[in-house]
């Protein structure tokens, strides 16, 4: 899912580096207002989970493999501003270090995971629970948001492909698609085990506990 150097049109990744770099301008100051710098060990410990786990690919189909993403559980545990920083903290690191996505698409590949997959992941999960309240609909609703964010953030890469020109979007999007749903579930098992286990042994330690 991370878009390498020149796969993208530059109005597409100019528009998407600026778009980011100011969602990232005010996830920091609110990051600030909000006064969560005590929060500064968990979102290292966070941030170094993450990507620890985004080295770990695993086969899919075709030849393709996947690797988990994270959004939902960081935002999960840190909010979804603080959440959405400590996302492209990781994605940045893999960029410059790992060459995993390129520099000039660091922007979109923030856009897609760290905010479209990440905080729409929480928000579906949030949407979720006030319709369903529950502590047995807890694990369904951590699932759903981690499949989800997968898909999201695989259809935002596939569109931005298509406008550059890079594929069709109507082989791209599928082919993203259906490759992304079998890595969400992978994503989903995951995400679940880590905010169950998290919220039975260190609910304190969870941005929306009471939820």
């Not at 990781?90 to 856009?111: S, Y």
């Amino acid at each position: 899912m991370h878009i390498p150097d020149g796969f993208l049109g530059p109005k597409t990744w100019i528009g998407l580096t600026i778009i980011s770099g100011t969602l990232l301008a005010v996830a920091l100051k609110r990051f600030k207002k909000d006064e969560l710098e005590q929060r500064v060990p968990l979102i290292g410990v966070t941030a170094a989970f993450i990507f620890a786990a985004q080295m770990l690919n695993f086969p899919v189909a075709g030849g393709t493999s996947g690797h988990f993403m994270g959004g939902v559980l960081a935002c999960m545990l840190l909010g979804p501003w603080t959440g959405f920083i400590a996302m492209a903290l990781v994605l940045t690191v893999q960029a410059l270090i790992f060459q995993d996505g390129g520099l000039t698409t660091l922007g979109a590949n923030i856009f897609n995971m760290g905010l479209i997959g990440s905080v729409g992941g929480f928000f579906v999960y949030f949407t979720f629970r006030l319709l369903l309240w529950g502590d047995r609909t807890r694990p369904v609703a951590y699932a759903l948001a981690a499949w989800i964010s997968i898909m999201l953030s695989a259809l935002f890469a596939a569109l931005e492909l298509s406008v550059s020109g890079t594929v069709k979007w109507s082989v791209g999007i599928p082919a993203m698609l259906s490759i992304h749903a079998i890595i969400g579930v992978f994503e989903a098992i995951i995400t679940t085990t880590a905010l169950m286990a998290i919220w039975r042994t260190r609910p304190e330690l969870m941005m929306l506990k009471k939820y």
